[in-house]
Structure formats: structure tokens, C-alpha cells
């Protein structure tokens, strides 16, 4: 087992391990803690396929975090105030259950990155970054002009959403359910990366020319990693709303798109648990840092700095030393 | 005349954006890096200004405390450049990206624990009056926007077209390798374009501060900036200079006919139109140059 493996099963494990230690020990807020870093994570993860195995360095995740998050807000205040979604042509109820609301918010994402991936896709390099920023700018104006669902103050939803055979009320038992996803995540991504597919992306990111002259797409490859990856940082996005039970245009904002890219970067990028340690570097220090000053960006921004300066590889690359002979 | 009110508020302000996308141009074009944090270091340099000129800091006069804020904001630019941005050479693009957005994060930081976070404005001998043109009223501080921008946009072009630096800076940024072999110093000619970009920068601080005022989260309207930039064609200087120029006149337009809310979209949907129509911008210059 490589170095790397083996920190990867040892974040598992800790990530695991703390809100189990502190459901016995009674502190509910560590298990929360513990929840949004694992969400973070799995937004992260969703990023790192477009921006680690992909190149794609889209400044535009918030965008479909958004959407999942907003597909549970729409659904589940729908359902808390008892009126359907929609009436015609034919009725659509809202729902409190997460199963749907997953369903719905992973494949309005995976719409959304359909499309945006489609057209910005033309572009590469600086002009790519600009283009999914504009896009996830337009829903964040969008989402504050749309006074059906709270406009700028967002909506708020006052019991969890409900999984069957679970309580998700109950803090340990809704981290499970994003722990899961995540785990799920975390090994579809590294089938992913292992798969013909993920070897010809990862020939296009490095290659492109060489990729074209025997016959692959990079477009259409780099459209499917991008949709994938667009619809698990949807079901983050989803998931988070359900955390928080609240969701707001903040969410859609550029500055949660550089969160998301920051948790990849922190961690590793291209590294499969690389956003599972950046999520969870975010969250100590904005728990730590923010509790003595509100302003714990500064201190964000140095580690940043330090990090992509004198350790390329993020956290796991200090952990784990460089990757071998795939760069 | 509404509407031409309108017009002189947004050309004043698409000054701004444009001296803001200018600083991104000038550096991407120079060493192909993206500078998030210019918006950042309009608001260091409108701070440092404020610092000078205003009576409840060192209260010195207005012209020497200007003078003053943009040799300082160019060394400090300089510095940037030599110890920080030049460690990445070789690195992906999205990894100077990160940098200067981390960069944008310490700046707000250090801005707010040194100026507090209120917004403060800039003291300047031409604040508070008007010329009133049949009418229509036509601000100092706006009239001294524009006129500034005209004058700072044509030394430019004027430093570029006839100065041994910028001619070199012009060749640095057309071909570094050739420009190497010509014996041009490359590395400081890069040090010296984030120099000047540091002074377009804190020109567009010194405005923007005037105008209105200023507080360390104004640096964010950078990202708008951004979008006048890319409108442009990033490669562009003049493109650049337009770009802030539409930003600036749709916006009120856009807040005074369209519904509320969407106005601010308005940025980013000219932006989308102009990537997907001219994926290089409305004045592309870069052809071959692929990243």
C-alpha cells in the first residue's frame, strides 16, 4: 500500500472516528462541525474532477452547489406550506424527502453544467475561468432577484428533510448520510480517474494534440467529466441546504466558488482525498481563527499563499510526497 | 436629460472599471498571469492616499500626498512581483490565480485591522462642487475622472509607443524568448509592468475614493472590472479601457429601464454575449497565443 493510500484511510477514519467520539461525549456541535467538513469535502470532490483530473479550472462551482441547495429549498418549502410546486400542465407537489430532493438537485445541476459546460468549453485558459464565473455570477443575481423563493434573504426550512428508516434530526445520524456520500463519491471519482475514460482525460489535460490525432474528443470528454463533476457539487450543494436548513444567494456567490477551488487547492489538487483535507483545513481554521477574529480571512489567505508557493501538492502532498510519474 | 445624466455617472465610473482592467491587461499580457487581487490593490492605494492627504492622518497637500501614494504603491507593487509572483513561474495558470485571490484576502485583512472597516472618503480640493451645464449637472469629481483617465491613458500610450521601457515591455509581452535574446531584461521588465500596474491601480483608487468612498471590501468591484477586461479581450489596452466604459454606462442605464436586480446582472450577461459571439473579446488582439 503506498503512502498516500494509507493517509487517505487515516482521514477516513478520522473524519469518521470524531463525530462518533463526540456523539458519546455529548457535543453536538462537533458532530456538525464534522458534517460540513464531509459536504465541503464532497463539493470539493466534484471540483477536483473537472479542475485535478480534467484541467478545467472552473471559477463557476457555486453555481451548481446553488442549484442543489435551492432544489431543496424550492421542494422543501413546497412542502412545509403545503402548496405544489407547480399546477400546470399537471401538478408537482413539493417534497420533504432527501432521496428526491438528491434526485432532483443532481440532475438539475447536471443540467445546468450540461449547458454552461457546452458553451464555455469553446474557450481555454483565462478566458474559461471568466466565462464559468459569469455564468455562476448570473444565478447568484438571479437567485437574489427571484422574490418567489426569499430573493436576497433566501428561504428557510424548519425541520430537516426526512430519509427513510433514518431520523435525520438526529446529528449522528445525519452525518452518516453525508459521510456515505461522500465515501460513495470518493470511490466513484477514483474508478473515475482509473477508468479509460479518466486516462484519455487525463492524455487531453496534458496532451491535447496528441489525444485529437487518434481519434478521441478532448471536448466531449472534457464535457462529461464536467457535468459529473457539476452534479456531485450539487448534491453537496443539496445536502448543505439540509445542514443549514436554509439556503440563500450566498451560496451561488463567487466567493463560494473560490471556497470550493481553495479546498482543493489546501488539500491537493488532482489528489482523490486532497479536498477531504482542504475542506477539513478550511473548517478548523475558520473554527479556530474565527473565534478571535471575524476577520480569519487574513489568515486563510496566508496559509493559501504559503501553501501555493512552497507546497504544490497541498496537505497531501507534504503527507504523501510527490505522486508518482502522473503529474 | 435624465438619460444623459445617467450617461456622464457611467462614464465616470466605467473610468474607474477601465483603469482597474487596465492593471489586468497590462499584467496578463506582460507575464500571462491573472491578477485577482488589482481590485485589492486599488483600495490599498486609494488608503495610502487617504492616509497622506486627509487632515486626520498626516493632513499633507493634496498633490504631493497623490505623488507620494503612487511611487509608493509602485514599489510596493514591485516588491510583489520579485518576492512572491515570480516564485510560481512555471506553475499552472489557476495556481497565480489562487495566489493573488489568497493576496486579496491578506490585503482586505491588513486594510481593515490598519483603516478599520467604515467607509472613509478622500479629502480633495475639488469635492462638493458642480459645473452646471443648462441643466445638466457635471460633478468636479466626476469631470476629474475623466479627464484624469484621458490624461493617465494617453501617457500610457505615450510611454509605450516612445520609451525605451515600454517598447521593451510591449516586445517582453509579444515574445519573452525573443525579447530574451534581444537582451532585454525580462524578469525586471516584468517586475516593472506589475509597477505600473500598480499605478493605474491606485489612479483608479484615488478616483474611486474621491467619488465616493472607500472601505477594504471595495476591492471586490475588481471582479467587475474583470468583466470589462475579458469584454475587452484581455489582450487589449484600449479594449480594456472600452470595456469599463460599457460596464459602466449599462449599469445605470440598465438600474433606471430594467426591472430592480438586474442591473448587476448586466455585467456579466454583456460578458457571456461577447465570450460566446467573440470567444477572444471585442478587441481580440491575442491570435496565436495559446495558453
Known amino acids: ?327 | 436629460m435624465d438619460i444623459l445624466q445617467l450617461l456622464i455617472g457611467g462614464i465616470a465610473n466605467g473610468c474607474i472599471y477601465g483603469l482597474v482592467a487596465l492593471g489586468f491587461v497590462l499584467i496578463y499580457k506582460a507575464t500571462e498571469a491573472v491578477n485577482f487581487a488589482q481590485g485589492d490593490m486599488m483600495m490599498i492605494g486609494a488608503f495610502i492616499t487617504l492616509t497622506m492627504v486627509n487632515e486626520e492622518w498626516w493632513g499633507l497637500p493634496f498633490g504631493i500626498g497623490v505623488i507620494l501614494a503612487i511611487v509608493i504603491m509602485a514599489g510596493l507593487s514591485y516588491l510583489l512581483e520579485v518576492v512572491v509572483i515570480r516564485k510560481l513561474f512555471g506553475q499552472p495558470q489557476f495556481a497565480v490565480v489562487i495566489l493573488t485571490i489568497a493576496l486579496g484576502f491578506v490585503l482586505r485583512f491588513f486594510a481593515g485591522v490598519i483603516w478599520g472597516h467604515d467607509p472613509q472618503s478622500l479629502e480633495t480640493p475639488f469635492a462638493g462642487k458642480a459645473f452646471d451645464i443648462g441643466g445638466l449637472i457635471l460633478g468636479y469629481d466626476e469631470a476629474v475622472v475623466i479627464i484624469a483617465t484621458a490624461v493617465l491613458t494617453i501617457s500610457l500610450y505615450f510611454f509605450f509607443q516612445r520609451t525605451r521601457l515600454g517598447v521593451a515591455m510591449q516586445a517582453a509581452s509579444q515574445n519573452q524568448l525573443a525579447a530574451y535574446y534581444m537582451g532585454i531584461p525580462v524578469k525586471w521588465i516584468s517586475s516593472m509592468i506589475w509597477a505600473v500596474a500598480g499605478v493605474t491601480a491606485t489612479v483608479a483608487g484615488i478616483l474611486f475614493a474621491a467619488k465616493g468612498a472607500i472601505d477594504p471590501a471595495s476591492g471586490l468591484l475588481g471582479i467587475k472590472a474583470f468583466a470589462a477586461a475579458v469584454i475587452g479581450g484581455f489582450g487589449s489596452l484600449p479594449g480594456a479601457l472600452a470595456g469599463g466604459l460599457i460596464i459602466g454606462i449599462v449599469e445605470p442605464m440598465a438600474q433606471y429601464f430594467a426591472p430592480p436586480g438586474y442591473s448587476q446582472i448586466m455585467p456579466y450577461a454583456i460578458m457571456l454575449i461577447v465570450l460566446v459571439v467573440r470567444p477572444n473579446g471585442l478587441f481580440a488582439q491575442i491570435q496565436q497565443k495559446k495558453v
Request: charged residues 10%; glycine residues 12%; neutral net charge.
Open chain 1, 1 to 327: 500500500m503506498s503512502r498516500e493510500t494509507l493517509i487517505n484511510i487515516a482521514l477516513a477514519a478520522i473524519l469518521l472516528a470524531v463525530p462518533i467520539w463526540a456523539h458519546f461525549a455529548d457535543e453536538p456541535f462537533i458532530i456538525t462541525l464534522s458534517t460540513k467538513v464531509a459536504i465541503l469535502a464532497l463539493a470539493g470532490v466534484g471540483l477536483n474532477l473537472a479542475l485535478g483530473l480534467g484541467g478545467l479550472v472552473s471559477f463557476g462551482h457555486a453555481a451548481y452547489f446553488g442549484i442543489g441547495g435551492y432544489a431543496m429549498g424550492i421542494l422543501a418549502s413546497h412542502a412545509q406550506d403545503y402548496t405544489p410546486f407547480m399546477e400546470w400542465p399537471f401538478v408537482i407537489e413539493g417534497t420533504n424527502q432527501m432521496p428526491i430532493i438528491w434526485l432532483v438537485a443532481v440532475v438539475m445541476s447536471g443540467l445546468a453544467a450540461l449547458a454552461i459546460g457546452a458553451l464555455s468549453l469553446r474557450t481555454s485558459g483565462i478566458f474559461f475561468i471568466m466565462i464559468t464565473l459569469a455564468f455562476g455570477q448570473m444565478f447568484y443575481y438571479f437567485a437574489i432577484s427571484w422574490t418567489a423563493y426569499g430573493g436576497e434573504d433566501g428561504v428557510s426550512i424548519y425541520v430537516r428533510n426526512e430519509f427513510p428508516g433514518l431520523n435525520t434530526l438526529d446529528a449522528i445520524q445525519f452525518f452518516a448520510l453525508a459521510f456515505t456520500a461522500l465515501m460513495l463519491a470518493l470511490i466513484f471519482s477514483s474508478r473515475i480517474a482509473k477508468s479509460r475514460f479518466g486516462l484519455a482525460l487525463t492524455a487531453a489535460r496534458q496532451a491535447e494534440q496528441r489525444v485529437e490525432t487518434v481519434g478521441i474528443k478532448p471536448f466531449q470528454l472534457r464535457l462529461t467529466v464536467f457535468v459529473i463533476s457539476g452534479m456531485i457539487t450539487g448534491l453537496a450543494g443539496a445536502l448543505m441546504a439540509d445542514l443549514n436548513r436554509f439556503v440563500s444567494p450566498v451560496m451561488l456567490s463567487w466567493q463560494t466558488s473560490g471556497e470550493i477551488m481553495i479546498f482543493v487547492i489546501l488539500g491537493g489538487v488532482a489528489r482523490l482525498f486532497g479536498p477531504v483535507a482542504g475542506a477539513a483545513m478550511f473548517i478548523l481554521m475558520e473554527h479556530i481563527l474565527g473565534g478571535f477574529s471575524e476577520f480569519w480571512h487574513g489568515w486563510l489567505g496566508l496559509v493559501l499563499l504559503l501553501i501555493v508557493l512552497f507546497a504544490r501538492g497541498g496537505l497531501i502532498g507534504v503527507l504523501a510526497g510527490k505522486e508518482k510519474a502522473d503529474g
